[in-house]
């Protein structure tokens, strides 16, 4: 799954920084093979699928893409992760993502791409758990 997941990564975070939207097909092709991974695998607890769906719940209040929401609820619901964890660390990422934008074009950017953020934050989570 960590291999699917990381290999698709990279065409939705090209995607995403071209156009800001993450084409539903990837997000299908990451279900199918998401949905294989929860055939053998199973669920997490009760307690993280509720936890996982709160936090979900709170990024589309705020306005986050669905595209984005999608990946990560994809991942947070194959993987047996810290969800508060995992986030922190797409959060960081994100942040460097918009000093780094705001050091090029001198201006905050209005809206980013999160993709890499999620992609990368979650090749490091993986790395140092």
């Given at each position: 799954?960590?291999?699917?997941?990381?290999?698709?990564?990279?065409p939705v975070c090209i995607a995403d920084l071209h156009a800001f939207v993450i084409p539903n097909i990837y997000t299908k092709?990451?279900?199918?093979?998401?949905s294989i991974h929860l055939a053998?695998?199973?669920?997490a607890s009760l307690n993280s699928l509720l936890l996982t769906v709160s936090i979900l719940l709170a990024l589309m209040i705020f306005?986050?893409?669905m595209g984005d929401i999608?990946?990560?609820?994809l991942i947070?619901?194959?993987?047996k992760v810290g969800a508060s964890d995992l986030l922190g660390y797409v959060f960081?990422?994100?942040?460097?993502?918009?000093?780094?934008l705001t050091g090029i074009n001198r201006k905050?950017?209005?809206k980013i791409a999160l993709a890499p953020s999620i992609f990368i934050g979650f090749a490091t989570y993986m790395a140092t758990r």
């Open positions: 799954m960590d291999i699917a997941l990381l290999l698709l990564g990279i092709i990451l279900f199918y093979i998401a053998f695998h199973g669920f306005k986050f893409g999608k990946i990560l609820a947070l619901i194959t993987h960081l990422l994100a942040v460097l993502h918009i000093m780094v905050i950017p209005p």
